[in-house]
T-cell receptor, first 111, second 116 residues
Framework: QKEVEQNSGPLSVPEGAIASLNCTYS??????FFWYRQYSGKSPELIMS????GDKEDGRFTAQLNKASQYVSLLIRDSQPSDSATYLC???????????FGPGTRLSVLP | GAVVSQHPSRVICKSGTSVKIECRSL??????MFWYRQFPKQSLMLMAT?????????EQGVEKDKFLINHASLTLSTLTVTSAHPEDSSFYIC????????????FGEGSWLTVV
């Protein structure tokens, strides 16, 4: 079992819809969780971090964490074509050294 | 967020030569830096992890003599691709984390290497 798993996609949603991206992780001691967005040909950029169970909202983005289920998700409301990118889930088991990235989910928002 | 700068953004070199890529943390001290390689339409592949002042830890299958990593200061790490070959052509990305980066990894802009 991979440490961090994501559906590779592509996930296609129409413009204006809610895009839901999911990520599961295997190590229960994981403490910090991150979502990065990577446009084609560019390096990843941080979207959100979440550390506690529940929801965290930032603009059109909402991260959801459920440590009991070892599950973290990212919701993108009012999806725009400019949101089309690969979304990487990252998990940090302990401070600094144990950062693990998922393979990424490719999102396509259709005009 | 914190800023990580990578240079050069694009480089073309001849087969058999060496090329150096720099990664700098501009507004925080990077205790740990990571180097990745990414081929088109593929996932990030971690090559090595470097801590300031110590030798880098390479992932399995990555040749440490070919990909030389130096992390001599808390703000600078370098990756040198030695005796480059066309199959080394790829997108190389660094990232950094430090005490004041909020327990978060920040990425450099990436460097496109083309070996001809």
């Amino acid at each position: 079992q991979k440490e961090v798993e994501q559906n590779s996609g592509p996930l296609s949603v129409p413009e204006g819809a809610i895009a839901s991206l999911n990520c599961t992780y295997s190590d229960r001691v994981s403490q910090s969780f991150f979502w990065y967005r990577q446009y084609s040909g560019k390096s990843p950029e941080l979207i959100m971090s979440i550390y506690s169970n529940g929801d965290k909202e930032d603009g059109r983005f909402t991260a959801q964490l459920n440590k009991a289920s070892q599950y973290v998700s990212l919701l993108i409301r009012d999806s725009q074509p400019s949101d089309s990118a690969t979304y990487l889930c990252a998990v940090n088991k302990a401070y600094g050294q144990n950062f693990v990235f998922g393979p990424g989910t490719r999102l396509s928002v259709l005009p | 967020g914190a800023v990580v700068s990578q240079h050069p953004s694009r480089v073309i070199c001849k087969s058999g030569t060496s090329v150096k890529i720099e990664c700098r943390s501009l507004d925080f001290q990077a205790t740990t830096m990571f180097w990745y390689r990414q081929f088109p339409k593929q996932s990030l592949m971690l090559m090595a992890t470097s801590n300031e002042g110590s030798k880098a830890t390479y992932e399995q299958g990555v040749e440490k003599d070919k990909f030389l990593i130096n992390h001599a200061s808390l703000t600078l790490s370098t990756l040198t691709v030695t005796s480059a070959h066309p199959e080394d052509s790829s997108f190389y990305i660094c990232s950094a984390i430090g005490q004041y980066s909020g327990n978060t990894i920040y990425f450099g802009e990436g460097s496109w290497l083309t070996v001809v």
